[in-house]
């Protein structure tokens, strides 16, 4: 789905006519939005670290936000690292000399035309839809902005709900006793 299609999803949300100026200034809410909310709005990037000296300080990809995971050259998990510094320079420092792969989070970049591409998950897209009718009919019709407003809210909850149940490696699966 792109840009155009999700678009063609809003106005048939709100039932009105939506420039691609006003779509793309309140996609970028939505997705910054969403983006704060939850991790999984979040753009993941891997980086590899060869760490030859555990008294210096690597520096991380610019504009992470934060470190996701850390592991070790053997895929174990490692929690014995520092972070330093401020949203422009990032920098890690390890314990123990080894190679480690960091799994960093970043904002959504901002989409600029309708050409574009999308970088969010697809489960997300019903509540951006919703969110940006809402947006688009707020002064129109407050009560149906309010609704949509809820769904939105509602069906982005359950996306990052899906999204965790299908990406979390550790879950439970119950099974009955043995008789």
Same mark, same amino acid.
């Given at each position: 789905m792109g840009l155009r299609d999700l678009l063609n999803k809003v106005i048939e949300y709100a039932q009105t006519p939506i420039s691609d100026r006003d779509f793309l200034h309140h996609?970028?809410?939505?997705?910054h939005d969403l983006a704060m909310l939850y991790d999984t709005a979040k753009v993941r990037r891997t980086q590899t670290i060869a760490c030859d000296d555990n008294t210096r300080w690597? =520096? @991380?990809?610019? #504009?992470?936000?934060?470190?996701?995971?850390? @592991?070790?050259?053997? #895929?174990?998990?490692?929690?014995?690292?520092?972070?330093? #510094?401020?949203?422009?320079?990032?920098?890690?420092?390890?314990?123990?000399?080894?190679?480690?792969?960091?799994?960093?989070?970043f904002n959504q970049p901002a989409v600029n035309s309708m050409n574009d591409d999308i970088t969010i998950d697809p489960a997300y897209f019903k509540a951006i839809a919703e969110y940006i009718a809402a947006k688009a009919i707020r002064k129109m019709d407050p009560d149906r902005s309010g609704e949509l407003m809820a769904n939105s809210v509602a069906d982005a909850e359950l996306a990052?709900?899906?999204?965790?149940?299908?990406?979390? =490696?550790?879950?439970?699966?119950?099974? =009955?006793?043995f008789r």
């Open positions: 996609y970028n809410d939505a997705i690597y =520096p @991380l990809t610019e #504009g992470c936000l934060k470190i996701e995971r850390v @592991l070790t050259s053997y #895929g174990n998990y490692y929690s014995f690292y520092e972070v330093r #510094g401020n949203d422009s320079k990032r920098e890690i420092k390890f314990a123990v000399m080894d190679t480690y792969t960091v799994y960093e989070l990052n709900r899906n999204i965790r149940r299908a990406n979390n =490696p550790h879950r439970r699966v119950y099974a =009955p006793r």
